[in-house]
C-alpha cells in the first residue's frame, strides 16, 4: 500500500517523483556517467603512472647506492669527485623551508580567514576575500625574484651576516605564497559552520571574541587543519622560490640565513639537460623525486585522517 506521502504526490500531478517510480537513467546521463567515471580513472592511472616511473629508475639508482648510504650519509655530493648519496641535506633544506613558510602563512591564513567570515562588513568582504585570492595567482618565478631582490636586501639591514642565498627569505615567500590557500579554506570551513551554534552560544551570554575561538573555530576545525596540511603540501613541492632564492648548496644546518638546497631544487638543477641519462646521478633525480612523492603524499593522507578525526555532523 503506498503511502499518504506518496499520495499526496501523485495527487499534486508529479507521479514521476514518487519513490517507486520507474527512475531508470536515459542513454545520456549514462553517458555522463560514463564520462565522470573515466575522469576520475585517468587522475587514479596517471598517479600509477609518475609512482611506476619512479619507483623503475629508483631501483635502478638503489642498485648502487645503498640503502643504508641514502640515509645514513649526512653529505650529498653526487656531481663531485667523491661522490656522497646521503638525502639528509635536502630534505633538511626542504623541511627548514616548510617550516618557516608554515610560520608565516598559518597565523596570517588563519587570522584572514576569521576576520573574513566572522568580522568583515559584506562589502568589505565581497572585495577583500578576491584580493587575497589574487596572490594565488602570481607566478612563482615572480616570487622567486622578489625574495632574491627584494626580501632578502630587507633582511640583509637586519641580519647583516644573512647571505645572499638563504632559506630565510625563500621561506618567508613560499609561506606568503600559501596565505590565499590556508586563508580560503579556512574560511570556507568556518562559513559551514551551522548560524544555530553561534546563536546557541550568544543566548548564553557569551561575547563575539568567545563565540568565534570557543564554537565556531573548533567546530570548524577538521577543514582548519587540512587546510593547513594542504598548503604545507604546497609549500614542499614549491621550485622556482627556492630554486632562485635559497640557492644550490646542499647543507645539513639549521641556520636559516645559510645557503641550502631542496629536494625541488636539487631535481631542476639535475633536469637542465647536462647530465647523461643513465647515470647514477641522472638516477638520483628520481630517487629524490620518490622520496618527495611519499613525503606529499603522507602529508595528504594525513590530512584526511585529520579530517575524519575531526569531522563535526551537524
Aim: proline letters at 5%; one cysteine or more.
Amino acid at each position: 500500500m503506498a503511502s499518504s506521502s506518496d499520495g499526496w504526490i501523485r495527487r499534486q500531478g508529479f507521479p514521476d517523483l514518487a519513490p517507486d517510480a520507474n527512475l531508470s537513467r536515459g542513454p545520456r546521463e549514462r553517458l555522463i556517467q560514463a564520462l565522470l567515471g573515466l575522469c576520475a580513472l585517468v587522475t587514479v592511472f596517471t598517479t600509477l603512472g609518475i609512482a611506476a616511473i619512479l619507483i623503475g629508475e629508483s631501483v635502478a639508482f638503489f642498485r648502487q647506492v645503498s640503502l643504508a648510504e641514502f640515509f645514513g650519509d649526512t653529505k650529498w655530493t653526487p656531481q663531485f669527485s667523491e661522490q656522497h648519496f646521503g638525502i639528509w641535506p635536502l630534505l633538511a633544506g626542504t623541511l627548514m623551508i616548510t617550516v618557516i613558510a608554515a610560520l608565516v602563512a598559518i597565523p596570517i591564513g588563519l587570522s584572514a580567514a576569521i576576520y573574513i567570515s566572522q568580522y568583515a562588513p559584506d562589502r568589505v568582504r565581497r572585495w577583500l576575500k578576491p584580493s587575497l585570492e589574487l596572490l594565488a595567482g602570481v607566478p612563482t618565478v615572480v616570487y622567486g625574484y622578489f625574495a632574491l631582490t627584494f626580501v632578502t636586501p630587507l633582511l640583509q639591514h637586519v641580519l647583516p651576516q644573512m647571505q645572499v642565498y638563504n632559506a630565510l627569505s625563500a621561506g618567508i615567500v613560499v609561506g606568503i605564497m600559501i596565505i590565499p590557500m590556508v586563508a580560503s579554506l579556512s574560511e570556507d570551513a568556518l562559513r559551514a559552520v551551522p548560524r544555530s551554534l553561534a546563536e546557541g552560544a550568544y543566548a548564553l551570554g557569551a561575547t563575539k571574541y568567545e563565540v568565534v575561538l570557543r564554537v565556531v573555530v573548533p567546530a570548524a576545525l577538521s577543514g582548519i587543519m587540512a587546510s593547513f596540511i594542504l598548503a604545507l603540501s604546497r609549500a614542499i613541492g614549491e621550485t622556482m622560490i627556492v630554486t632562485l632564492a635559497a640557492g644550490a648548496t646542499p647543507k645539513l644546518t639549521l641556520n636559516p640565513l645559510e645557503s641550502i638546497q631542496t629536494m625541488t631544487a636539487y631535481i631542476v638543477q639535475v633536469s637542465l639537460g647536462d647530465t647523461p641519462q643513465g647515470t647514477v646521478v641522472y638516477q638520483s633525480l628520481f630517487a629524490v623525486g620518490l622520496v618527495l612523492f611519499v613525503l606529499t603524499l603522507g602529508m595528504n593522507l594525513l590530512a584526511n585522517r585529520i579530517i575524519l578525526r575531526f569531522k563535526e555532523s551537524y
